[in-house]
């Protein structure tokens, strides 16, 4: 387990709740439908987070050590056409939002099924292409420079992002989590500044 496969579970978390809610929406609930739209933007936020920073901040450490540019070239691509997929969802959850009918539900999850099969096949190839080389460098001083770059966010995302992390995590992620980042900094957070979080999206993922 990594703190990268921690995000990569939340992400496939919160896709396949989408995926079953979208199924089973009441047709013209709209706010149902606003809420589903809300809970799907702050998913999209946090991937789109993600990836842009191994964009950013990874791929070009890979390329430093050597490694090889097909890899990291497709690493990319993965990753426009995960942006490109949740871009068309996006529309079609607004698309949902404004009409909350069923006909706009049904193409909201024909699109968030697209979506899910596009982001879970790059998930898998960075877990197990890209994990392994990032092991063998873990304990090198530029990993550790990019660790602190993807930790520099400001307190409200990482209040934010522990809050969603930890939405329904279980036990043994948890326990791992501990050895990564202290118990009561993630409470802390998550609890405070990660209230927004906890109060406009979790309740989503428990109404049906």
């Given at each position: 387990m990594t703190m990268n496969r921690l995000i990569h579970v939340a992400v496939r978390r919160d896709l396949d709740r989408l995926?079953?809610?979208?199924?089973?929406?009441?047709?013209?609930?709209?706010p149902r439908a606003r809420a589903l739209e809300r809970a799907f933007a702050h998913l999209r936020d946090e991937l789109t987070r993600h990836h842009e920073g191994e964009d950013i901040h990874v791929w070009p450490m890979l390329s430093g050590f050597g490694v090889a540019p097909d890899l990291l070239a497709a690493m990319e691509s993965e990753h426009q056409a995960m942006s490109d997929a949740l871009a068309e969802t996006s529309a079609a959850m607004s698309r949902f939002a404004a009409s909350g009918s069923a006909a706009d539900a049904a193409a909201a999850r024909t699109s968030v099924g697209s979506t899910r099969e596009v982001v879970a096949r790059h998930l898998t190839h960075e877990e197990e292409d890209v994990e392994p080389i990032l092991r063998t460098h873990e304990n090198s001083a530029e990993w550790k420079a990019v660790e602190k770059k993807l930790r520099s966010v400001s307190p409200g995302e990482a209040g934010r992002f522990f809050a969603w992390l930890t939405d329904g995590m279980t036990d043994d992620h948890r326990a791992f989590?501990?050895?990564?980042?202290?118990?009561?900094?993630?409470?802390?957070?998550?609890?405070t500044l990660g209230r927004r979080y906890t109060r406009e999206v979790a309740p989503v993922w428990r109404a049906g």
């Open positions: 995926w079953t809610a979208l199924g089973q929406v009441t047709d013209g609930d709209v989590m501990r050895t990564q980042v202290p118990a009561p900094v993630v409470f802390a957070l998550s609890r």
